[in-house]
């Protein structure tokens, strides 16, 4: 059968599912560095990208048969997903509680927002921000609110042991350091 007779499926939920959920009850807590990167894509995806792709859609469908063109077909395919995001990101922004972790600069109380140098047991030692789910970068060592990491060191303050339970059992958390972005 020719592909183009196959119906896609159009599940809302991808870009969802790519994202740890947001605990029930709780808000999306984001910095507003987070904010502002999801604002700015969004714009991007309403004011450039989806222009630019409706663009290329109408003249391939000014082009005649739409069952065999691909600039049609993928066009439209581009639209729904551009689509999908724009909605994705309109429901995070709503969702949305900006966090400003600067109001907490020389603290030494972990809280949303702060930088913390760490020692586990075996004497390995580790720097994490704790952000937003929306800001996750655990390669840059930016670890969402929700995670049990960030879980266990918040409201610890720095000289603190935590325990963080893991699959293979309790593990011991050592706080060498707790900073906070200066404000501006």
């Known amino acids: 059968m020719n ?6 499926t159009t ?3 991808d870009d969802e599912n790519s994202l740890p959920e947001i605990p029930a ?3 999306n807590y984001i910095t507003p560095q987070g904010y502002q990167r999801i604002r700015e894509e969004l714009l991007q995806l309403i004011d450039v990208d989806r222009p630019e792709v409706v663009r290329i859609v109408h ?3 000014s082009n005649g048969d739409r069952s065999e063109n691909g600039d049609y077909i993928y066009g439209k395919r581009r639209l729904r997903e551009i689509d999908r995001r724009i909605r994705f990101l309109t429901k995070r922004m709503d969702l949305a509680a900006i966090v400003d972790p600067t109001v907490h600069h020389g603290s030494d109380q972990i ?3 702060a930088t913390v140098r760490y020692r586990n047991a075996a004497g390995a030692e580790h720097i994490v921000t704790i952000v937003g789910i929306d800001e996750l970068d655990p390669l840059h060592g930016k670890i969402s609110w ?3 990491v960030a879980r266990a060191l918040t409201k610890a303050v720095e000289g603190d042991s935590v325990m963080l339970a893991t699959p293979g059992g309790n593990e011991e958390l050592e706080i060498l350091s707790v900073s906070y972005p200066s404000p501006a």
Do not use: N
Not at 3 to 8: I, N, Q, S
């Open 11 to 13: 599940d809302d939920d």
């Open 59 to 61: 003249w391939a469908a």
């Open 3 to 8: 592909k183009a007779f196959v119906k896609e």
């Open 146 to 148: 929700v995670s049990p």
């Open 111 to 113: 809280f949303f927002g």
């Open 25 to 27: 009850g709780a808000k």
